[in-house]
Protein backbone atom coordinates (compact mmCIF):
# COMPACT_ATOMS: atom_id res chain seq x y z
CA UNK A 1 0.00 0.00 0.00
CA UNK A 2 1.44 3.05 -1.08
CA UNK A 3 2.40 5.88 2.04
CA UNK A 4 1.46 9.32 2.33
CA UNK A 5 1.79 12.47 4.06
CA UNK A 6 -0.63 15.09 4.49
CA UNK A 7 0.20 18.88 4.22
CA UNK A 8 -2.36 21.19 5.06
CA UNK A 9 -2.22 24.90 4.74
CA UNK A 10 -4.63 27.69 4.68
CA UNK A 11 -7.40 25.18 4.27
CA UNK A 12 -6.05 23.45 1.37
CA UNK A 13 -4.52 19.75 2.02
CA UNK A 14 -2.29 17.93 -0.48
CA UNK A 15 -1.20 14.25 0.04
CA UNK A 16 2.56 13.80 -0.93
CA UNK A 17 3.92 10.50 -1.55
CA UNK A 18 6.33 8.93 1.30
CA UNK A 19 9.15 6.50 0.18
CA UNK A 20 11.29 4.39 1.77
CA UNK A 21 14.87 3.58 1.79
CA UNK A 22 15.94 -0.15 1.50
CA UNK A 23 16.92 0.29 5.41
CA UNK A 24 13.51 2.30 6.26
CA UNK A 25 14.48 6.04 5.98
CA UNK A 26 11.74 8.01 4.74
CA UNK A 27 11.52 10.11 1.98
CA UNK A 28 8.66 12.99 1.67
CA UNK A 29 8.07 13.31 -2.43
CA UNK A 30 7.58 17.43 -2.60
CA UNK A 31 8.27 17.61 -6.61
CA UNK A 32 4.62 18.20 -7.09
CA UNK A 33 4.04 19.97 -4.30
CA UNK A 34 4.50 23.17 -6.40
CA UNK A 35 2.05 22.74 -9.03
CA UNK A 36 -0.50 21.38 -6.57
CA UNK A 37 0.03 24.24 -3.72
CA UNK A 38 2.20 27.08 -5.27
CA UNK A 39 4.55 26.49 -2.78
CA UNK A 40 8.27 25.45 -2.71
CA UNK A 41 10.04 23.75 0.19
CA UNK A 42 13.17 25.81 1.65
CA UNK A 43 15.87 23.61 2.88
CA UNK A 44 19.22 25.81 3.14
CA UNK A 45 22.38 24.20 2.18
CA UNK A 46 20.16 20.62 1.42
CA UNK A 47 20.90 19.36 4.46
CA UNK A 48 17.37 17.42 4.37
CA UNK A 49 16.76 16.85 1.06
CA UNK A 50 17.38 14.13 -1.00
CA UNK A 51 18.43 14.80 -4.45
CA UNK A 52 18.51 11.37 -5.48
CA UNK A 53 17.45 7.67 -5.31
CA UNK A 54 20.94 6.00 -5.24
CA UNK A 55 22.22 2.16 -5.09
CA UNK A 56 26.20 3.06 -4.49
CA UNK A 57 26.44 4.15 -1.08
CA UNK A 58 24.92 3.51 2.21
CA UNK A 59 25.57 5.42 5.83
CA UNK A 60 23.96 5.69 8.82
CA UNK A 61 25.54 8.75 10.64
CA UNK A 62 23.47 7.96 13.74
CA UNK A 63 24.96 4.82 14.15
CA UNK A 64 28.92 5.72 12.44
CA UNK A 65 27.96 2.57 9.65
CA UNK A 66 29.34 2.92 6.05
CA UNK A 67 28.64 0.58 2.76
CA UNK A 68 29.69 0.58 -0.19
CA UNK A 69 27.28 -1.57 -2.45
CA UNK A 70 26.29 -3.32 1.06
CA UNK A 71 29.26 -3.93 1.90
CA UNK A 72 30.65 -2.99 5.21
CA UNK A 73 33.34 -0.56 5.07
CA UNK A 74 35.30 -2.61 7.69
CA UNK A 75 35.26 -5.57 5.19
CA UNK A 76 37.44 -3.74 2.65
CA UNK A 77 40.22 -2.89 5.19
CA UNK A 78 42.77 -5.65 4.38
CA UNK A 79 41.59 -7.74 1.82
CA UNK A 80 40.97 -5.84 -1.36
CA UNK A 81 43.04 -3.20 -3.40
CA UNK A 82 41.87 -0.02 -4.71
CA UNK A 83 41.41 -0.88 -8.41
CA UNK A 84 38.91 -4.04 -7.26
CA UNK A 85 37.03 -0.90 -5.09
CA UNK A 86 36.73 1.44 -7.92
CA UNK A 87 35.03 -0.92 -10.32
CA UNK A 88 32.77 -1.92 -7.11
CA UNK A 89 31.58 1.25 -6.99
CA UNK A 90 31.07 1.90 -10.77
CA UNK A 91 29.77 -1.36 -12.15
CA UNK A 92 27.23 -2.11 -8.75
CA UNK A 93 29.28 -5.90 -8.21
CA UNK A 94 32.73 -7.26 -7.10
CA UNK A 95 34.57 -8.13 -10.24
CA UNK A 96 35.41 -11.44 -11.37
CA UNK A 97 39.38 -12.44 -12.38
CA UNK A 98 38.58 -11.80 -16.01
CA UNK A 99 36.48 -8.11 -15.12
CA UNK A 100 39.30 -7.38 -12.73
CA UNK A 101 42.33 -8.31 -15.24
CA UNK A 102 40.78 -6.00 -18.09
CA UNK A 103 40.08 -3.41 -15.75
CA UNK A 104 43.42 -3.85 -14.58
CA UNK A 105 44.95 -3.66 -17.87
CA UNK A 106 42.69 -0.70 -18.89
CA UNK A 107 44.41 1.20 -16.41
CA UNK A 108 48.03 0.65 -17.58
CA UNK A 109 47.02 0.81 -21.06
CA UNK A 110 45.52 4.57 -20.29
CA UNK A 111 48.54 5.70 -17.50
CA UNK A 112 50.54 7.89 -19.97
CA UNK A 113 49.74 12.04 -20.48
CA UNK A 114 49.79 13.11 -23.95
CA UNK A 115 52.63 14.83 -24.64
CA UNK A 116 50.61 17.94 -25.45
CA UNK A 117 49.28 17.60 -21.83
CA UNK A 118 52.24 16.72 -20.44
CA UNK A 119 54.08 19.92 -21.72
CA UNK A 120 51.73 22.09 -20.33
CA UNK A 121 53.21 21.39 -16.88
CA UNK A 122 55.98 23.52 -17.97
CA UNK A 123 54.03 26.40 -17.83
CA UNK A 124 52.50 26.28 -14.68
CA UNK A 125 54.45 28.38 -11.68
CA UNK A 126 56.41 26.51 -9.60
CA UNK A 127 54.07 27.16 -6.66
CA UNK A 128 50.91 26.34 -7.94
CA UNK A 129 48.43 24.76 -5.93
CA UNK A 130 48.39 21.05 -6.61
CA UNK A 131 44.37 21.13 -6.89
CA UNK A 132 44.40 24.40 -9.23
CA UNK A 133 46.58 21.97 -11.48
CA UNK A 134 44.45 18.84 -10.96
CA UNK A 135 41.78 20.48 -11.86
CA UNK A 136 42.78 21.93 -14.92
CA UNK A 137 44.33 19.13 -15.79
CA UNK A 138 41.46 16.76 -15.69
CA UNK A 139 39.07 19.34 -17.59
CA UNK A 140 41.83 18.87 -20.05
CA UNK A 141 41.63 15.58 -20.82
CA UNK A 142 38.82 16.34 -22.78
CA UNK A 143 40.98 18.16 -25.32
CA UNK A 144 43.04 15.25 -25.84
CA UNK A 145 40.23 12.64 -25.47
CA UNK A 146 37.14 14.13 -27.54
CA UNK A 147 35.83 10.61 -28.84
CA UNK A 148 34.64 10.42 -24.95
CA UNK A 149 32.96 13.26 -24.48
CA UNK A 150 29.74 11.71 -25.09
CA UNK A 151 29.66 8.04 -23.73
CA UNK A 152 26.75 6.20 -25.63
CA UNK A 153 28.10 2.74 -24.27
CA UNK A 154 29.15 1.11 -21.40
CA UNK A 155 32.90 -0.02 -23.32
CA UNK A 156 32.99 3.70 -24.34
CA UNK A 157 32.34 4.99 -20.83
CA UNK A 158 34.91 2.45 -19.34
CA UNK A 159 37.43 4.16 -21.29
CA UNK A 160 36.58 6.91 -20.36
CA UNK A 161 36.87 6.01 -16.33
CA UNK A 162 40.08 3.95 -17.23
CA UNK A 163 41.94 7.09 -18.33
CA UNK A 164 40.29 9.48 -15.55
CA UNK A 165 41.54 6.50 -12.68
CA UNK A 166 44.66 6.13 -14.18
CA UNK A 167 45.71 9.40 -15.79
CA UNK A 168 44.73 10.67 -12.40
CA UNK A 169 48.04 9.15 -10.38
CA UNK A 170 49.92 10.86 -12.99
CA UNK A 171 49.18 13.84 -13.06
CA UNK A 172 49.48 13.98 -9.78
CA UNK A 173 52.93 12.92 -9.46
CA UNK A 174 53.73 15.24 -12.40
CA UNK A 175 52.18 18.19 -10.32
CA UNK A 176 54.47 17.09 -7.34
CA UNK A 177 57.28 16.78 -9.30
CA UNK A 178 57.26 20.73 -11.15
CA UNK A 179 56.93 22.15 -7.50
CA UNK A 180 59.54 20.32 -6.44
CA UNK A 181 61.86 21.23 -9.93
CA UNK A 182 62.64 17.38 -10.40
CA UNK A 183 62.41 15.49 -13.84
CA UNK A 184 59.08 13.71 -14.09
CA UNK A 185 59.10 9.54 -13.63
CA UNK A 186 56.80 8.10 -16.34
CA UNK A 187 54.32 4.98 -14.95
CA UNK A 188 55.83 1.73 -14.64
CA UNK A 189 53.36 -0.55 -16.09
CA UNK A 190 54.68 -3.26 -14.14
CA UNK A 191 53.74 -2.14 -11.11
CA UNK A 192 50.20 -2.08 -9.05
CA UNK A 193 48.30 1.07 -8.69
CA UNK A 194 49.32 2.26 -5.72
CA UNK A 195 52.77 1.08 -6.18
CA UNK A 196 52.84 3.43 -9.66
CA UNK A 197 51.84 6.09 -8.04
CA UNK A 198 54.60 6.54 -5.23
CA UNK A 199 57.36 5.47 -7.79
CA UNK A 200 56.02 8.53 -10.20
CA UNK A 201 56.31 10.74 -6.91
CA UNK A 202 59.75 9.53 -5.35
CA UNK A 203 61.91 7.48 -8.00
CA UNK A 204 64.40 9.88 -9.54
CA UNK A 205 65.86 8.48 -13.27
CA UNK A 206 68.97 6.76 -11.89
CA UNK A 207 67.52 5.38 -8.89
CA UNK A 208 64.05 3.40 -8.25
CA UNK A 209 61.99 3.91 -5.34
CA UNK A 210 61.93 1.11 -3.19
CA UNK A 211 58.45 0.49 -2.24
CA UNK A 212 57.92 -0.58 1.28
CA UNK A 213 54.88 -2.51 1.40
CA UNK A 214 53.55 -1.49 4.23
CA UNK A 215 53.23 2.21 2.94
CA UNK A 216 51.61 0.85 -0.31
CA UNK A 217 49.04 -1.00 1.91
CA UNK A 218 48.29 2.03 3.63
CA UNK A 219 47.61 4.44 0.61
CA UNK A 220 46.05 1.21 -0.68
CA UNK A 221 43.48 1.99 2.40
CA UNK A 222 43.39 5.42 2.42
CA UNK A 223 42.21 5.51 -1.63
CA UNK A 224 39.56 2.90 -0.13
CA UNK A 225 38.20 4.55 2.65
CA UNK A 226 38.06 7.74 0.08
CA UNK A 227 36.34 6.37 -2.65
CA UNK A 228 32.42 7.24 -1.89
CA UNK A 229 30.29 9.02 0.78
CA UNK A 230 27.53 9.21 -0.86
CA UNK A 231 26.18 12.91 -1.87
CA UNK A 232 28.83 14.84 -0.40
CA UNK A 233 29.74 18.34 -1.61
CA UNK A 234 32.20 17.64 -4.49
CA UNK A 235 29.59 14.62 -5.59
CA UNK A 236 27.06 16.34 -5.62
CA UNK A 237 28.47 19.13 -7.85
CA UNK A 238 29.52 16.09 -9.66
CA UNK A 239 25.75 14.92 -10.47
CA UNK A 240 25.20 19.07 -10.76
CA UNK A 241 27.52 19.83 -13.60
CA UNK A 242 26.83 15.81 -14.32
CA UNK A 243 22.73 16.63 -14.96
CA UNK A 244 23.32 19.15 -17.76
CA UNK A 245 24.73 16.29 -19.55
CA UNK A 246 28.47 17.86 -19.32
CA UNK A 247 30.49 15.11 -19.63
CA UNK A 248 32.52 12.66 -17.40
CA UNK A 249 35.99 14.93 -17.12
CA UNK A 250 34.15 18.42 -17.01
CA UNK A 251 32.04 16.61 -14.30
CA UNK A 252 35.11 15.40 -12.45
CA UNK A 253 37.23 18.42 -12.82
CA UNK A 254 34.57 20.09 -10.96
CA UNK A 255 34.44 17.90 -8.64
CA UNK A 256 38.12 18.39 -7.44
CA UNK A 257 37.14 22.26 -7.05
CA UNK A 258 34.45 21.80 -4.72
CA UNK A 259 36.60 19.44 -2.89
CA UNK A 260 39.61 21.93 -2.72
CA UNK A 261 37.66 23.69 0.10
CA UNK A 262 38.57 23.62 3.80
CA UNK A 263 35.18 22.64 5.05
CA UNK A 264 35.56 19.85 2.85
CA UNK A 265 38.65 17.60 1.30
CA UNK A 266 40.72 20.72 1.94
CA UNK A 267 40.12 19.94 5.68
CA UNK A 268 42.92 17.32 5.62
CA UNK A 269 45.55 19.88 4.69
CA UNK A 270 44.08 22.39 7.77
CA UNK A 271 44.19 19.52 10.19
CA UNK A 272 47.77 18.92 9.94
CA UNK A 273 49.06 22.49 9.97
CA UNK A 274 47.02 23.28 12.90
CA UNK A 275 49.09 20.09 14.56
CA UNK A 276 52.18 21.67 13.12
CA UNK A 277 51.63 24.82 14.94
CA UNK A 278 50.69 23.20 17.85
CA UNK A 279 53.91 21.54 18.09
CA UNK A 280 56.24 24.06 16.86
CA UNK A 281 54.72 25.99 20.50
CA UNK A 282 52.72 28.05 18.63
CA UNK A 283 49.68 27.22 20.21
CA UNK A 284 48.39 24.45 22.88
CA UNK A 285 45.30 22.30 22.33
CA UNK A 286 43.42 23.36 24.48
CA UNK A 287 43.75 26.85 23.38
CA UNK A 288 42.54 25.35 19.98
CA UNK A 289 39.38 23.79 22.35
CA UNK A 290 38.36 27.19 23.20
CA UNK A 291 38.80 29.33 20.18
CA UNK A 292 36.72 26.40 18.38
CA UNK A 293 33.81 27.23 20.92
CA UNK A 294 33.89 31.11 20.91
CA UNK A 295 31.54 32.35 18.17
CA UNK A 296 33.39 35.44 18.18
CA UNK A 297 36.75 33.78 16.22
CA UNK A 298 36.86 32.09 13.43
CA UNK A 299 38.65 29.07 14.70
CA UNK A 300 37.04 25.79 13.58
CA UNK A 301 38.46 22.28 14.89
CA UNK A 302 39.64 20.95 11.48
CA UNK A 303 38.83 16.94 11.45
CA UNK A 304 35.64 17.38 13.44
CA UNK A 305 32.18 17.41 12.56
CA UNK A 306 30.11 15.67 10.04
CA UNK A 307 26.85 16.96 8.43
CA UNK A 308 25.89 12.94 8.41
CA UNK A 309 28.21 11.50 11.54
CA UNK A 310 26.55 12.52 14.47
CA UNK A 311 28.98 9.23 15.55
CA UNK A 312 32.63 8.25 15.19
CA UNK A 313 33.23 8.57 11.51
CA UNK A 314 34.01 4.75 10.36
CA UNK A 315 36.47 5.98 8.64
CA UNK A 316 38.54 7.84 11.08
CA UNK A 317 38.22 5.17 13.85
CA UNK A 318 40.13 2.73 10.83
CA UNK A 319 42.82 5.86 10.45
CA UNK A 320 43.49 6.33 13.78
CA UNK A 321 44.17 2.40 14.36
CA UNK A 322 46.32 1.77 11.40
CA UNK A 323 48.27 4.83 12.14
CA UNK A 324 49.64 2.89 15.33
CA UNK A 325 50.33 -0.09 13.06
CA UNK A 326 51.68 1.80 10.31
CA UNK A 327 53.92 3.88 12.49
CA UNK A 328 54.96 0.54 14.53
CA UNK A 329 56.29 -1.39 11.48
CA UNK A 330 57.98 1.48 9.69
CA UNK A 331 59.56 2.42 12.87
CA UNK A 332 58.10 5.86 12.26
CA UNK A 333 57.32 8.68 15.76
CA UNK A 334 55.57 11.47 14.73
CA UNK A 335 54.83 14.01 17.29
CA UNK A 336 51.53 15.09 15.33
CA UNK A 337 49.80 11.60 16.35
CA UNK A 338 50.67 12.19 19.93
CA UNK A 339 48.99 15.89 19.61
CA UNK A 340 46.15 14.33 17.66
CA UNK A 341 45.22 12.07 20.42
CA UNK A 342 45.35 14.49 22.73
CA UNK A 343 43.43 16.95 21.02
CA UNK A 344 40.43 13.91 20.28
CA UNK A 345 40.74 13.34 24.15
CA UNK A 346 39.86 16.98 25.19
CA UNK A 347 37.12 17.48 22.57
CA UNK A 348 35.24 14.10 23.24
CA UNK A 349 35.41 15.11 26.84
CA UNK A 350 33.97 18.85 26.23
CA UNK A 351 29.97 19.75 26.57
CA UNK A 352 30.42 21.73 23.50
CA UNK A 353 31.70 18.79 20.96
CA UNK A 354 29.41 16.27 23.12
CA UNK A 355 26.28 17.69 22.77
CA UNK A 356 26.78 18.73 19.15
CA UNK A 357 28.24 15.30 18.50
CA UNK A 358 31.06 16.62 16.82
CA UNK A 359 33.92 13.66 16.53
CA UNK A 360 37.03 12.63 14.31
CA UNK A 361 36.09 12.50 10.78
CA UNK A 362 37.69 10.95 8.22
CA UNK A 363 40.52 14.09 7.57
CA UNK A 364 41.82 13.91 11.18
CA UNK A 365 44.10 11.25 10.75
CA UNK A 366 44.41 10.91 6.83
CA UNK A 367 47.07 13.65 6.87
CA UNK A 368 49.03 12.10 9.38
CA UNK A 369 49.52 9.11 7.79
CA UNK A 370 50.34 10.44 4.45
CA UNK A 371 53.00 12.58 6.02
CA UNK A 372 54.84 9.05 6.83
CA UNK A 373 54.86 8.30 3.17
CA UNK A 374 56.88 11.48 2.50
CA UNK A 375 53.58 13.24 0.91
CA UNK A 376 53.86 16.98 1.51
CA UNK A 377 51.08 18.64 2.90
CA UNK A 378 49.98 20.40 -0.04
CA UNK A 379 49.32 17.10 -1.59
CA UNK A 380 46.94 16.00 0.80
CA UNK A 381 44.16 17.25 -0.57
CA UNK A 382 44.79 15.76 -4.32
CA UNK A 383 45.29 12.30 -2.64
CA UNK A 384 41.86 12.71 -1.44
CA UNK A 385 40.58 13.34 -4.46
CA UNK A 386 42.84 10.43 -6.86
CA UNK A 387 40.89 8.21 -4.02
CA UNK A 388 37.65 9.83 -4.51
CA UNK A 389 37.72 9.61 -8.04
CA UNK A 390 35.64 6.33 -8.72
CA UNK A 391 33.02 7.74 -6.30
CA UNK A 392 32.63 10.52 -8.67
CA UNK A 393 32.62 8.36 -11.55
CA UNK A 394 29.54 5.65 -10.07
CA UNK A 395 27.89 8.92 -9.37
CA UNK A 396 27.95 10.18 -12.57
CA UNK A 397 27.07 7.09 -14.41
CA UNK A 398 24.07 6.25 -12.11
CA UNK A 399 22.63 9.71 -13.32
CA UNK A 400 23.55 9.08 -16.51
CA UNK A 401 21.80 6.01 -17.13
CA UNK A 402 18.82 6.70 -14.11
CA UNK A 403 15.96 7.69 -17.17
CA UNK A 404 13.95 9.61 -14.36
CA UNK A 405 17.06 11.94 -13.85
CA UNK A 406 16.65 16.15 -14.79
CA UNK A 407 18.68 18.72 -14.65
CA UNK A 408 19.42 19.98 -11.53
CA UNK A 409 17.85 23.20 -11.05
CA UNK A 410 16.97 24.00 -7.47
CA UNK A 411 14.66 27.34 -6.38
CA UNK A 412 15.39 29.94 -4.46
CA UNK A 413 13.19 32.24 -1.89
CA UNK A 414 13.70 35.19 -3.49
CA UNK A 415 14.66 37.61 -0.69
CA UNK A 416 15.76 41.10 -2.98
CA UNK A 417 14.06 44.21 -3.73
CA UNK A 418 10.75 44.13 -5.87
CA UNK A 419 10.41 45.56 -8.96
CA UNK A 420 12.38 48.96 -9.06
CA UNK A 421 13.25 51.36 -12.10
CA UNK A 422 16.93 51.38 -13.75
CA UNK A 423 18.20 55.22 -12.70
CA UNK A 424 20.78 56.82 -15.21
CA UNK A 425 23.79 57.42 -14.10
CA UNK A 426 22.91 61.74 -13.35
CA UNK A 427 20.42 60.42 -10.90
CA UNK A 428 22.32 57.60 -8.60
N1 LIG B 1 34.71 23.03 15.23
C1 LIG B 1 33.90 23.78 16.02
N2 LIG B 1 32.57 23.82 15.95
C2 LIG B 1 32.00 23.04 15.03
C3 LIG B 1 32.75 22.24 14.17
C4 LIG B 1 34.15 22.25 14.29
N3 LIG B 1 34.91 21.50 13.49
N4 LIG B 1 31.91 21.57 13.35
C5 LIG B 1 30.67 21.94 13.67
N5 LIG B 1 30.71 22.83 14.71
C6 LIG B 1 29.57 23.44 15.40
C7 LIG B 1 28.89 24.51 14.55
O1 LIG B 1 29.49 25.76 14.77
C8 LIG B 1 27.48 24.41 15.03
O2 LIG B 1 27.43 25.06 16.30
P1 LIG B 1 26.06 25.82 16.78
O3 LIG B 1 25.01 24.74 16.87
O4 LIG B 1 26.42 26.41 18.09
O5 LIG B 1 25.78 26.83 15.74
C9 LIG B 1 27.28 22.92 15.29
O6 LIG B 1 28.58 22.43 15.57
C10 LIG B 1 26.67 22.18 14.14
O7 LIG B 1 27.54 22.27 13.04
P2 LIG B 1 27.09 22.72 11.60
O8 LIG B 1 27.89 23.90 11.19
O9 LIG B 1 25.62 22.78 11.51
O10 LIG B 1 27.56 21.49 10.74
P3 LIG B 1 27.47 21.38 9.20
O11 LIG B 1 26.80 20.12 8.92
O12 LIG B 1 26.91 22.59 8.56
O13 LIG B 1 29.01 21.33 8.77
C11 LIG B 1 31.20 20.53 8.64
C12 LIG B 1 29.73 20.16 8.73
C13 LIG B 1 31.99 19.27 8.34
C14 LIG B 1 31.42 21.51 7.49
C15 LIG B 1 31.64 21.14 9.98
O14 LIG B 1 31.52 20.19 11.00
C16 LIG B 1 33.08 21.66 9.92
O15 LIG B 1 33.31 22.79 9.51
N6 LIG B 1 34.10 20.82 10.32
C17 LIG B 1 35.47 21.20 10.15
C18 LIG B 1 35.89 21.00 8.71
C19 LIG B 1 36.09 19.54 8.40
O16 LIG B 1 36.70 18.80 9.15
N7 LIG B 1 35.60 19.13 7.22
C20 LIG B 1 35.72 17.74 6.76
C21 LIG B 1 34.39 17.06 6.73
S1 LIG B 1 34.47 15.27 6.57
C22 LIG B 1 35.23 14.87 5.10
C23 LIG B 1 34.87 15.68 3.93
O17 LIG B 1 33.73 15.89 3.60
O18 LIG B 1 35.82 16.15 3.30
Not at 64 to 74: A, F, K, N, T, V
Not at 114 to 137: C, K, N, T, Y
Not at 356 to 368: H, M
Request: aromatic residues 8%; hydrophobic residues 40%.
Amino acid sequence: MSRTAKLTFEGREIELPVEESTEGELAVDVSKLRDAMGMVTLDQSLANTAICRSEITFIDGDQGILRYRGIPIEQLVDRPNFVEIAWLLIFGHLPNRDELAAFSENLSNNQLLHEGLRHQFQHIPVDAPPMAILSAMLNNLACFHQELLSVDDTEQFAHAAARLISKVRTIAAFSYRRSRGLPIIHPDPALRYCANFLHMMFSVPYRHYVIDPEIEDALNLIFILHADHEQNCSTATVRTVGSARANLFASCAAGVCALWGPLHGGANVEVVRMLEEIAAGGLQPEECIRMAKDKQSNFRLYGFGHRVYKNYDPRAKILRDVCDRVFTRIQVRDPLLDIARKLEELALADSYFVDRKLYPNVDFYSGILLRAMGIPTNMFTVCFAIGRLPGWIAHWKEQHDDPASRIIRPRQVYIGVKQTDYAPMNER
